[in-house]
């Protein structure tokens, strides 16, 4: 038996939370291990090969294995997998580019069998997980897991549409729409927990290959509701900066005169995930998000938003709003999940007003979302 350890055992004790919680990846040191006849790259706690519950099984514990080489695009991805009930996140990623950075990703709260959310579709954008973007009931699933025995897991991928298997022979989980722009790549399979803890599974039988005549995608979507009325669909977004920057109650116009904007599209649900971008890190956290609305005459509006996980709020340079809604901010049991969830009345000059929103990410989903839903006699432009 052969057992791999990372190099850098002090940033994985910290909990390794890439798909489940969109920490960055640490960069651990790789070691290589041959699993179902192909190496996989270790970055992980701890890896091996060993016999559990009468199988051969590699055992993650807290990280990750890459099977580097799978350029994996349309087709089927399919394994079993056993763990314990204790909190943590199972699961695999797919298409993911060499950089470990961008990948489509499902996984499993072992912790919450039978509850709406015991599954999750999320994508990953620059090493940020959108767990809190992407909370629906397709997104979301309601399943059994079954503990200390091996649940079957299947995957069948076609073009932008994907349907999971759990435990079934129909799918649980339908997504018509996978986020990211990837069309081929990586596979990677994980175990973690959050921080201060550690995550162990068991996978064996894992196969991919490509589609077969069989091979066909059958789920369907579940009803959503429709995206707020008024949802503004695009916003310029700047290069990420440090969230000290901006916490004056005036924002000087020399600190946005010169910034290098990217328009960026909300996604279908109308929140924009900004982490599609660019990356933040520990000193850079923050991006602003910009609209203008254009007014014949002098008004009050009333705009509704959402943001993850900290936003301050300036309309023509001034102040108007801060708050935080981050994982845990505001109690033990807040997710922080984003919706148009705050409401404030935007005092519009005649003419031209530049709404910015600053918005600060720690991980799970760097976002921002806003709608007017009154929009007579006004245009607004990103």
């Known amino acids: 038996m052969r057992i791999f350890r990372s190099g850098i055992l002090g940033v994985l004790a910290l909990g390794i939370c890439v798909g489940a919680y969109g920490l960055a990846q640490a960069q651990t040191s790789e070691d290589t291990l041959e699993f179902e006849g192909q190496d996989w790259t270790v970055r992980a706690l701890s890896a091996d090969m060993l016999q559990y519950m009468g199988r051969s099984a590699l055992h993650i514990n807290q990280g990750q294995v890459w099977l580097e080489t799978a350029d994996f695009s349309d087709g089927v991805i399919e394994f079993d997998v056993a763990y314990t009930m204790n909190r943590g996140f199972v699961g695999v990623g797919f298409r993911s580019n060499a950089e470990h950075s961008n990948y489509e990703e499902f996984y499993f709260r072992t912790h919450l069998s039978g509850q709406r959310d015991a599954i999750q579709y999320t994508p990953v954008e620059n ?9 629906d009931a397709n997104a979301n699933t309601k399943v059994y897991q079954e503990y200390d025995q091996w649940n079957h897991v299947k995957i069948v991928v076609i073009g932008d549409k994907a349907d999971l298997y759990f435990n ?41 290959r490509p589609l077969t005549s069989d091979d066909k995608i059958v789920g369907t979507s579940k009803p959503v509701a429709d995206t707020p009325k008024g949802s503004i669909g695009r916003w310029h977004v700047s290069p990420p900066f440090q969230e000290a920057d901006v916490q004056d109650v005036t924002l000087e116009d020399a600190m946005i005169a010169d910034l290098a904007w990217q328009v960026l599209e909300s996604e279908t649900n109308g929140i924009a995930n900004l982490s599609k971008l660019g990356a933040r890190d520990s000193t850079n956290n923050t991006v602003f998000v910009k609209t203008t609305i254009h007014v014949d005459e002098a008004r009050r509006v009333e705009f509704k938003f959402g943001y993850s996980d900290r936003v301050r709020l300036f309309v023509n340079g001034q102040f108007v709003y801060g708050g935080g809604a981050g994982f845990r901010s505001r109690d033990l049991r807040f997710y922080g999940t984003v919706g ?5 009345g935007l005092d519009l000059q005649a003419g031209e007003n530049v709404i910015l929103a600053a918005v600060s990410e720690n991980f799970g989903g760097w976002a921002f979302t806003g709608a007017v839903e009154d929009q007579t006699g006004l245009t607004i432009t990103p």
């Open 340 to 344: 148009t969830f705050d409401t404030v």
């Open 168 to 208: 079934s022979n129909t799918p649980v989980t339908h997504i018509d729409d996978l986020k990211t722009d990837l069309k081929r790549g990586g596979i990677h399979l994980h175990s973690y927990a959050g921080a201060g803890m550690r995550k162990s599974a068991y996978f064996t039988n894992f196969l991919h």
């Open 127 to 135: 090493r940020n997980s959108a767990w809190q973007i992407f909370t």
